[in-house]
Structures are given as C-alpha cells and as structure tokens.
C-alpha cells in the first residue's frame, strides 16, 4: 500500500479545492477572484504533492516550455483580470503540459465498468481513440 505524508494529503486538499474553486467561477460565469484563487489553490496544492523540486523540474524542462509559458500565462492574465483570455491560454497550456498523461488515463478510466461502458460507445470511442493515439506519439 502506497503510504502518503501529511503535506501530501494537505496537497491533495488544495489541489481538490482549486478544482472546486476553478470549476465554480467558470460556472459564474468567470468570476476573477473565484478563478484566481482556483489556480492559486492548484499550482500550491500540486506544489505540496509531488514536492517543490519535482514540481519546477516538470514545469521549467526545456521542451515544455512553450506549455508552461502558455499554463503560467494564463494564470497571470486570470490575476490581471481578463478570466476568459486567461482561463483559454490556461485550458491550452494544460493539455500540453499534461498530454503525456491522457492516454493512461482513457486506459484506467476503459477498466471502470460503467465508464468504460461509456468511453466503447460508437460515437465517442471514435474521439477518445484518436485522442489517445496523438498524445502518445509526442
């Protein structure tokens, strides 16, 4: 069993509610202060699960600098106050940063037995097929 520390949990908590907080304010219609504290709440709360180190290593590598330009962008014009631009650059920078990622998630989430039900209909196993074949690749 995976043992996980107290900052961990902490970690999962913020990153948890800057989901939240993120989710809600785009709801609102996106709200600036709700966004802002969502990416805020996020980038601390991932901070404090895989630690500062490996969080600016994974961030601040050179071929994915284009997306953390594009992620930490978004982030900054959320804060300046132009939500919809910002939460754009953000959405982008995210599916780069995290591209890598995908493909073991559609994997996991074809193993849930009603999620998986889902993901194998005609019209959307087409979509996450194709997904999973381009992010794989790069």
Same mark, same amino acid.
């Given at each position: 069993m995976i043992?996980?520390?107290d900052s961990q949990k902490i970690g999962m908590? $913020? +990153?948890g509610f800057g989901v939240f907080f993120l989710f809600f304010g785009m709801?609102?219609?996106f709200d600036k202060a709700? $966004? +802002?504290i969502g990416n805020i709440l996020f980038v601390v709360g991932l901070s404090f699960?895989?630690?500062l180190e490996r969080t600016f290593r994974f961030f601040f590598q050179r071929h994915k600098?284009?997306?953390t330009g594009f992620f930490l962008g978004g982030v900054v014009v959320v804060l300046i106050g132009w939500p919809i631009t910002g939460v754009i650059l953000e959405v982008y920078g995210f599916f780069l940063l995290f591209r890598g990622f995908f493909?073991?998630?559609v994997g996991f989430?074809?193993?849930v037995p009603i999620l998986g039900s889902l993901l194998n209909l005609p019209g959307i196993k087409g979509v996450v097929d194709r997904v999973g074949e381009s992010n794989s690749m790069v």
């Open positions: 043992s996980v520390t908590g $913020l +990153a709801i609102l219609f709700l $966004l +802002a699960v895989i630690g600098a284009k997306a493909p073991v998630a989430i074809r193993r």
